[in-house]
């Protein structure tokens, strides 16, 4: 698979499948990325484990940090890297060798690693690259467009609006 551009059928089929995250560089910051995207992803009905070395068995956003994906309690449906690019292939590279597989590695915006995209999908993983999952949920469920984003869905819907937040709109199985 090519990874310049991705369909909005595999993003959304990927965040319909996916129910838990591994967060690897997840920070405890809440000026940090990684923090608001931990914070929107728990907001949407995920489960998060937030994976940090140094903040291992404290809590960020009243979840338990683990020191590494071979501590979880099961195998993640996605990992998700905040890492930089070369650090990415090796968790790449571990979770192939560990075994446990998840369903979808995902990397955040600007990380890419073709050669452990190659080896990940050959080991039958999804991979997402350069991507957000929160920016691309927004963008997907319409979410974002409240705020002036420019989402590039159009549609004479009107969104239903819930109280609160919405949760795991993209399939609609949840509209009520």
Known sequence: MTHDSYSDA???????????????????NAVRPSYFVL???????YTVWPINPGQA???????????????????????????????AGQVVDHVISSGRLPKVIWMQLSVRNDQAAARAEAAGIKVVMNRCPKIEYGRLSGEIGW???????????????????QHRGLSGENDG
């Open 10 to 28: 595999y993003i959304k089929d990927i965040l319909d499948a996916v129910k838990t995250i591994a967060m690897v560089g997840a920070s405890a």
């Open 39 to 45: 914070k929107y992803m728990l907001a949407k009905d």
């Open 57 to 87: 068995g404290k809590d960020i956003l009243g979840q338990t940090v683990y020191a590494s994906l071979d501590d979880l309690p099961a195998i993640p449906d996605m990992i998700d890297i905040f890492r930089n690019s070369d650090a």
């Open 147 to 165: 705020a002036g984003v420019n989402s590039r869905k159009l549609s004479s819907k009107r969104p239903a609006l819930k109280s609160g937040f």
